[in-house]
């Protein structure tokens, strides 16, 4: 297996290489190939990403990521945007589970969801116009999409509890009353159980019961916004893993950004990028390897050595170096 690791901007340069450190402990036949991307390239070079990048990207069976700045410039095209694309890793994995002995802002920890977000169209898809007075995003849903996304969320409830809720705006949104309907005869095919929410009334139930939820399908905007909010209900942003997954490639990230404001002082929390790469783990088929990585994420929190944002005061690189000792002491 090759692997591109792209650390990035800001913390995504503290949380990946704890990741790799823990991902090293295992010893596995994983050939690593760095590569710059992001805003700090695009400073130096006048480019986040270029051709010869993609292809470097494209040679490997999936890519490690850590965050990447995306200022809100009009002429800069979001390398995350870009490779998702181009890549085609249409669907989008968010797990919020609580780990043993956290609780986030509901005090709650007795569920487990998935969110899946499609990821390649919607509000996304860089179809716009900007001018002096008005400026137009162009919100494009697909049968093609849709019916993928809603294939994808089918195979995952199929291994949980065979059921999925479909969250849109089809009140309002003719785009999400295509959306709609192709979840429900997806499912329907699939012989998945399924129901549907409109976003905003989904976003106070999930606030509020998240144990009713199990797989949640959703399009790009709308996951985009619910994954950042259900990562309070687990504790903290730093903790939450993604994968976006395509029929070809994948690509790890935490959900998480390059968070300006705390890089460079080693105090970032690498459990979501960690977590993100045991999900890479999955894909790849080390099953076991997977189960180890998460128990060492558990064992930091057991041992309370832990970032601040958890109320611990160890570094990023103490987590992880306590995570690698754990793993190769289990092995
Ligand atoms: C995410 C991020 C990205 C997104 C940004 C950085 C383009 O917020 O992965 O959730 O909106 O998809
Ligand atoms: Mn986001």
Redesign the pocket.
């Known amino acids: 297996m090759r692997v591109a690791i792209v650390e990035g901007d800001g913390i995504g340069k503290e949380v990946i290489p704890a990741a790799v450190e823990v991902l090293d402990a295992l010893d596995l036949p994983i050939e690593k190939v760095p590569l710059e991307l992001g805003y700090g390239k695009w400073e130096k070079c006048g480019v986040a990403i270029d051709e010869k990048d993609l292809e470097i990207l494209k040679s490997c069976d999936c890519v490690l990521f850590g965050a ?1 700045t ?1 200022p809100t410039d009009p002429n800069y095209k ?1 390398v ?2 870009t490779i998702r694309k181009e890549l085609d890793m249409y669907a ?1 994995i968010r797990p919020i589970k609580p780990l043993p002995g956290l609780v986030g802002v509901t005090g709650k920890n007795d569920f487990d969801l998935v969110i899946v977000r499609e ?1 390649t169209e919607g509000m ?1 898809s860089s179809i716009e116009e900007i001018h002096d007075d008005v400026a137009y995003t162009k919100r494009v849903v697909s049968r093609k999409g849709s019916e993928r996304i809603a294939r994808s969320a089918c195979k995952l409830a199929k291994d949980r509890k065979n059921e999925i809720t479909i969250v849109h705006k089809s009140n309002v949104l003719k785009s999400d009353t295509l959306f709609l309907g192709v979840c429900r005869e997806v499912a329907a095919s699939e012989g998945v159980e399924y129901r549907d929410m409109l976003v905003d009334a989904m976003a106070y139930s999930l606030m509020s019961y998240p144990e009713r939820y199990d797989v949640v399908v959703t399009t ?1 905007l709308f996951g ?1 916004i619910l ?2 909010m259900s990562a309070a209900l687990v504790g903290s942003l730093g903790l939450v893993p ?1 994968a976006n997954i395509g029929d070809k490639y994948a690509f790890f ?1 935490p ?1 998480h ?1 390059s968070a300006p404001d705390i890089a460079g002082k080693g105090i970032a929390n690498p459990i979501a990028a960690i977590l993100s790469m045991k999900m890479m783990l999955e894909w790849m088929g080390y099953e076991r390897e997977a189960a180890l990585v998460e128990s060492a994420v558990e064992f930091s929190i057991k041992e309370n050595i832990t970032t601040p944002d958890l109320g611990g005061s160890s570094s990023t690189s103490d987590v992880g170096k306590l995570m690698a000792d754990h793993i190769r002491n289990n092995l």
């Open positions: 990447i995306t979001s995350l945007l989008n990821n996304y790009n985009d994954s950042d993604s990230e959900v950004g």
